[in-house]
């Protein structure tokens, strides 16, 4: 028999019963089950169950006659039944609340399911003990460490035992034919007094057979938090009832301070108890070891120790607990880690200690170092170039981070002044607009690392074919193409631009080039034709030739990520100096603006978004005017509008861009073939903080700040028209009119929207 005692389980869905077996066996608790039909159940009762759990889900049997069956067998009239039944299944969920004691919700929640069957297994056992004797019951609630408490109908305390008298102060003779008033904070009485008189005319009982959480109030008068599972139960035809209560005070000081810590951290935090069981495991936990927090809470450690350290592990335990002697933990090491996947991953663990109510816990902080791993191998492969772009790297993020904490500094300082206190509507905007070229920026970067990897390969196979004279001088040639095309790319319309990469692909795989359909769309960017790879060949020969043709796609690519990464870096340095000006002379310059190059400024720092599914169509009048705005602000409205239109397609689709004059004004037009916006939520897409995303995915401040910017300091237009499978946001600006520096609203300046 278990020691924490015996489940009856009755179900037909053996895997039901075997993944409670397997919960209820961490805590000692036996579980013996029987299939649904009532001789059978009838036949477990010989194994002396101190708690019987029906499954709702009984093919044989209705699970609620069968518990009432169950009831009126002799051996089986005072224990309580506990049902396992859907959350979402509301009419079951309400039955069993009128036919049995408790429910346990599935899908299993370890926590919340071991809770209800201690407490209704402690239930079960005072039943039965307060009708051997009350000698035995006695025994029971002082034995017991968590406060218990009886009352009868009218809410008297009836029974208080001596952990009771510890956690409220108030001794058993003082408690005992006193009101829970007692015990209760005075916001809560009348509600208490509601709840029992609603009861005991019959009414719903709301908090029976659950664990809810409520302040108590101590005999000092200080307050402090309780856990409460409450119960009743009948002697003769009186109600009575019991709550067992626990002081969590030291458990929600607990969770609070790691809870604040490891739900934003990008390392896995895992805390584990004194045996080595876990009971704490943070999002990031779940994304670098593959389990789920429900799947890894109560689970050993050695769930994510590889087979060959667990001896060491659980020597390092034993050693620690004996004799106090610590070889990891106070240090950060490096070892394997094992994945839900089977997989061993290179972590970096840091291993701390701590105590609550006298119990000991570890904290471990994992890092993933497979990434930093590989990076450190491919730049130990690297030659003197990438050496040399990777500084670049590294001196441009500098930069960045230096902007950054520049951008911070000058937002706090100016908070402080009341009279620039306009500064803090403008930095939403600045730093919404900010964050698509820094991402693009950043992830250039990362691209860059890969296809460097990829060019040393490259560069290697080319420098074992020996070319000297014309050849290299051919190789010279090539490389100036690629890194002037980065720069100054060929003009060519989607048609012929498809059709160019077809032909190249189809080139590339004939002469078995790696990657080759990587690698057509960075051929076609130089300019070269499928006849241009020809005369190539001529130059290099067949057999050389497809080790060229990839190095010069490579290098292609590698110079328009660069290309890349300057202009998302550009536009933060412009941003920036944009917000300092503003700061200082309260208006942004006016520059003559070309609203085309601005579209293709902003496709070119999405392009990373654009690159997954996404065509590009432009329709741009040849003969555009320009037009007098504040540049970078316009360009924030087109980065707006286009990444909207991505995210509304799902990231594949087709993207229309209009450029036009009409009339007097300039007219650009965003269009996607996305889902279209829904007609209740139109009128509330301008309003601040109005998103459609996800959390965490958007502000709700673009459309309202893009608008800001045309209609308010450009003294334009801006209208959205959407149906299923198009929107279209049209924005007009007034050509041969300069925008109003004094009495425009700045960008920021969101409290001068209009209400």
Same mark, same amino acid.
């Not at 579209?599 to 040849?622: Q, S």
């Given at each position: 028999?278990? %020691? ?262 990008? %390392? ?26 429900? %799947? ?443 925008? %109003? ?15």
């Amino acid at each position: 028999m278990g %020691d924490r005692g015996v489940i009856l389980v009755v179900s037909d869905d053996a895997r039901a019963a075997g993944e409670l077996r397997d919960l209820l066996g961490v805590d000692a608790y036996e579980v013996v089950h029987a299939p649904g039909d009532l001789e059978r159940s009838t036949e477990a009762l010989a194994a002396a169950p101190d708690l019987i759990v029906v499954d709702v889900g009984l093919e044989r049997a209705d699970p609620f006659e069968l518990a009432a069956d169950l009831h009126h067998a002799g051996r089986a009239r005072d224990l309580p039944v506990v049902f396992l039944v859907a959350e979402s299944d509301v009419e079951r969920r309400v039955r069993g609340l009128q036919v049995g004691d408790d429910l346990i919700s599935t899908p299993l929640d370890p926590h919340e399911a071991l809770a209800r069957v201690q407490r209704q297994v402690t239930i079960s056992r005072s039943r039965a003990a307060l009708r051997e004797s009350e000698a035995k019951f006695r025994s029971v609630m002082e034995s017991a460490i968590d406060a218990i408490i009886s009352t009868d109908a009218d809410g008297v305390i009836r029974s208080w035992n001596s952990a009771a008298a510890d956690l409220f102060g108030h001794p058993e003779e003082e408690a005992v034919g006193r009101t829970l008033d007692l015990i209760i904070p005075e916001r809560f009485r009348e509600q208490h007094r509601t709840a029992i008189e609603r009861v005991s005319h019959g009414g719903p009982t709301n908090l029976i057979g659950r664990t809810v959480e409520f302040a108590g109030l101590r005999s000092d008068g200080t307050e402090f938090p309780i856990e409460l599972a409450l119960s009743t139960w009948f002697l003769d035809a009186d109600r009575y009832y019991t709550g067992i209560i626990r002081d969590i005070s030291d458990r929600v000081r607990a969770e609070e301070r790691f809870r604040s810590v490891t739900d934003s951290a990008v %390392d896995a935090i895992i805390s584990a108890d004194h045996t080595g069981r876990i009971v704490s495991w943070n999002p990031a936990a779940t994304r670098i070891l593959g389990h789920s927090e429900a %799947d890894a809470l109560g689970r050993s450690l050695e769930l994510v120790i590889p087979a060959r350290y667990r001896e060491q592990h659980r020597a390092g335990m034993a050693r620690y607990a004996a004799t106090g002697e610590a070889h990891v933990i106070g240090t950060t090491v490096e070892l394997e880690a094992l994945t839900a996947s089977g997989a061993e991953i290179p972590v970096e663990l840091s291993l701390s200690t701590w105590t609550v109510g006298g119990d000991r816990y570890y904290t471990g902080i994992i890092r993933d170092l497979a990434e930093r791993r590989a990076a450190e191998a491919a730049l130990r492969r690297s030659e003197e170039e990438f050496r040399a772009k990777e500084a670049e790297f590294r001196a441009r993020n500098a930069a960045l981070e230096e902007t950054i904490q520049r951008i911070n500094s000058m937002q706090d300082q100016l908070l402080l002044q009341e009279k620039m206190a306009s500064i803090g509507r403008l930095s939403a905007g600045m730093a919404h607009e900010m964050n698509n070229p820094a991402s693009a920026a950043q992830r250039g970067a990362a691209q860059a690392s890969e296809v460097f990897a990829r060019l040393q390969e490259a560069q290697i196979e080319l420098g074992r074919l020996g070319l000297y004279g014309s050849r290299l001088d051919k190789l010279r040639e090539l490389d100036a193409l690629a890194a002037r095309r980065a720069r100054d790319p060929v003009e060519l319309g989607a048609v012929e631009r498809s059709d160019r990469e077809a032909e190249v692909e189809d080139w590339l795989e004939r002469y078995d080039v790696r990657s080759g359909g990587d690698l057509a769309a960075s051929i076609v960017n130089l300019g070269v034709t499928r006849d241009g790879l020809d005369e190539l060949g001529m130059v290099f020969g067949d057999e050389r030739l497809p080790v060229v043709v990839e190095w010069l796609g490579l290098k292609s690519a590698i110079y328009a990520l660069l290309s890349e990464i300057v202009v998302g870096t550009n536009r933060i340095v412009e941003l920036v100096r944009a917000l300092k000006m503003y700061t200082y002379m309260d208006q942004t310059p006016v520059q003559d603006v070309d609203v085309r190059t601005g579209l293709d400024d902003t496709l070119v720092i999405l392009h990373n978004k654009l690159k997954h599914g996404v065509r590009v169509v432009r329709e741009f009048d040849a003969d555009l005017p320009l037009i007098q705005a504040y540049a970078s602000e316009l360009n924030q409205v087109w980065t707006n509008l286009i990444d909207n239109a991505i995210d509304a397609m799902g990231g594949q689709g087709t993207l229309t861009l209009r450029a036009r004059r009409a009339g007097d004004r300039v007219e650009v037009q965003v269009e996607d073939d996305g889902p279209g916006v829904p007609a209740d939520i139109r009128s509330k897409l301008f309003d601040l903080f109005f998103t459609t995303k996800a959390p965490g995915e958007g502000t709700g401040l673009g459309l309202a700040i893009s608008r800001n910017i045309i209609v308010k300091k450009h003294g334009g237009e801006f209208d959205l028209e959407s149906r299923d499978g198009c929107t279209r946001f049209t924005v007009r600006l007034p050509i041969g009119v300069a925008p %109003d520096g004094e009495t425009g609203a700045p960008a920021g300046a969101l409290q001068q929207e209009e209400g």
